[in-house]
């Protein structure tokens, strides 16, 4: 007898629900859990990403959406219907794949309408054409797909997909072949396109950029459960775990002892300094915990110099390494108790940049820090991995 997982609570009723919802989603090959008891609600029309290393099990959830994979337990309800064990074709779902997975032996147009074809559409030539106008393609509709570069075979899979409505596209680490700048304008135009057409984009990835770029909500997903959940600036801003606060960008990760709690403010002991964290972006239980803050929140100035930023002034630094980046300058900075900090500074000009050898002082404001549990490890997720999981 099947057994119904109780819904966490924020999480819609499954079966009038118009996104998708995935209930107690689990997979595990053999004794290996690659997805563990997966609630997750994605909202109709929005733009999803899913965020995680190699096997963290974000690629493994999209193939059991697709019907590629089944699950081991657990469902998947696609706007009020269960597809958990329906066929792939038998899904209003499309994928599109990293490699596009094109037919060379037709042209573009033609591959755009080999759906509709299938499906003895109508109009198929007024819809192709509309969808090739979308992803700015009209002009090279008579071209095979070996006559295009890799962005524009990436737009014909996606206008291939996009043709048949799917009520979900998935998206398995669409960009992954292409190069930086590419890719960069690939994000704003798979946002465009996502925006116009109104349709529920899933996206996997392991860059966390492209994650943030793109996506109006982002899971970051490790060892097969989802670390934390929001809008990208929240993930960044206010991580609730080491590994979402390393992941996502870099962070400087510093023991302290929590000294004091008010109703907004907690102050921890620092090897010898008090500094102030908001308290709710205080995420330790106990009376020990990582005083994080992300390094271009950190300002770097002269010995004794008075900073702009109240409450957190720690003295007796030491650069360490100091890399220019153009827009900016990226420094170590040895601290008294030992730790190197990082710093990532503007080149504005008010500032000169420092050298090797040079003593500083450093300063945050207390409205930028987090304070996460001291019982996670202070280096998970600094690994970033890339390939698929």
Known sequence: MSQVAEVPSGLADAASYDGLALRALTKHFGSFYAVRELDLDVPRGSFFALLGPSGCGKTTTLRMVAGLETPSSGSIVLAGSDITYAKPYQRPVNTVFQNYALFPHLDIFENVAFGLRRRKKKNVDDEVRAMLDLVELGTQARKKPAQLSGGQQQRVALARALINRPEVLLLDEPLGALDLKLRRSMQIEIKRIQVEVGLTFIHVTHDQEEAMTMADTVAV????????????AELYENPRSTFVANFLGQSNLIEGTVKSRAADLVTVGMHGIDVSIAADRAHANGDRGWIGIR??????????????APGNTIPGGVVTDVSFNGVSTQYLVQMPWGQELQVFSQNTGRVRIFRVGDKVELSWRPEYAFLLDASQDATAGAQRMDADG
């Open 295 to 308: 390094p271009e929140k950190v300002l770097i100035g002269e010995e004794g110099e008075a900073l702009d």
């Open 221 to 232: 997903m490790n060892a097969g459960v989802i670390e934390q959940m929001g809008a990208p």
